[in-house]
């Protein structure tokens, strides 16, 4: 039991762990080849730096024998899903990785391949990070960190009655992906061919970060956030920052094929689709001006906005309504661990 | 099994964990209070970011048992040791907390008070987060960013033949206090005089990262390293960054009054000494004629600095010797996880 702390120069076992399978990643001249205790980043002049962070825990945020590569990109991109809601341009990330025995050289390979992936694709390159043993499940850490003009972050407070709520892509594909995981048989149940039940389970696996929109957001959204604990709480969430509420129309919320298919079949499931989480959407308030615009600019980065309710004066939640005008009652808003 | 991912606003649970015990601790004004996904930090004008992420995992870097305010302040500390040793001001940090079933009130009340203390202490605030369930132990992921005068941050690389090699404080005391953490028995055998004994578990239970040294460091060092995995393992990834060896003179290693009785009982506890790790101390490469000035500096601020060796040319490692010129061989160099 002792500390064997960061990344350091190819001496020990873990040292040559970090240099054959991290040091690809670490391709900013700040990060020191991973030789260094630390990273040194020079922000662009007239830029705030946004901070993100967010773990992913085995057997609670991934099962265990998910994909290694799609581990990797799934706690990269719950971090770049809030700095897109944010409207940051993505700088870089640090790791911090805690492995149990029997954590091969194979799942290695595949873990680093799907990060370097990623870093790639978004520009998000490694600036350094720590491994560790653990007895427990695998645990991945990953601060990352963005950039915006001075003073631009995209907040949850700033939605003013008026702003339309809009949303993007679509919403629940996640939460049915991870209960068609669970229980295959539901895919007959909900009379899903076969692929819209691979693609529920892969918007479950793999989040799609919506960074293609940070730009249009910083220019056009009073507030935004994005959707990881189910859209109902998260509403809350931003209508509570804003001291606002929101007023949502259920039908309206934009839904993929696969998860009208399953709806249809089982209507009780626009619980899990509206509180179930994992999204990685965006959700944000808009002036009623600038959604054409914004939709104009999604749409250009090939993303759709849907116009879901509005911000109006009231108790600072968000309340949904069926096609009828009846307010839709929930369980639970959103997950919570605790 | 879903994401609930970052502070938020107080709705649920997890909500209210967050702006109960951690919600304090979020001084500055770009944390937003936790209540938004991101946090935003303006850098100050002309200075680099110096990145840094290290974990904690309960069992492997800390007991279980352990009072969890120490626990807390161990996670922020080892990464505060690296700012302190690349010469960078802490500027905040991020934390990613996984907690086990059956962490009660009392225990996330005493770590919340454990990190404010050292928020406070360092100059260090919160900034953002997540808190998550796991299966496995508690799990503290911090990432700490600190500042630096651009281009200034102080590298592994850098020393040069005829500069000094100095280490801070005293070296060993943490690992023998890890050994008598386990076998109580030892201090009988070591000849320790009770405070000596707290002395050593008190050095292992809490760092004592030497951030009042940043600023000698950055002006004085060619280069320099926390002491974190062991002086001997340390010192040799400094000498391969920089490409030069390092002559050490075992017997000028500064050591504590109680490392120095143990020793004296067990004279083979010099391996543990030089390689246990823990230390969070400094050890550095400076110019000779810049050494009277650092060790004026680290005085005026409570820390010793004691020169031990030479930088030298040959074989990019740390070799140490007797007193008598006899080189000192070690089983292993450092702590690996792997």
Redesign the interface.
Known sequence: ??????F????????R?IARYFRPLATHP?A?GL?????????PAG???????????G???F?PDDPPDTIAQKALR?NLS??A??G?QPA?F???L?LPEGIDDGWLEAFARGLKADADTYGCPL???????????V?I?I?A?GT?P??T?V???GARAGDKIVVSGSIGDA?LG?LLR?DPGAAERWRLAPPEGEHLVSRYLLPQPRNELAGALRRHASAA??V??GLV?DL??LC??SDAAARIEAAHVPLSDAARTALAAEPALIETILT???DYEIVAAVPARAVAELQAQASAAGVTFTVIGDVVVGPTHAEFFTREGKPLLFKT??????
């Open positions: 039991m002792a500390a064997p702390k960061g350091s120069a190819p001496v020990s076992a873990e040292d762990l700040g020191f030789i260094d205790d630390a990273a040194a980043l020079t922000p830029c705030d730096l946004v901070l993100k962070t967010d773990a992913i825990v057997g609670v945020h099962f719950v809030d700095l809601a944010k940051a870089g640090l790791l911090s805690m600036f350094g990070g720590d491994t560790d043993r653990t007895p427990g499940p645990t850490s601060a960190f915006v001075q003073g972050m907040r949850r407070a939460a991870l669970r956030m994005d990881s604990d709480g809350n969430k509570a920052a179930g989480g994992d808003t959103s997950f919570s661990h605790f």
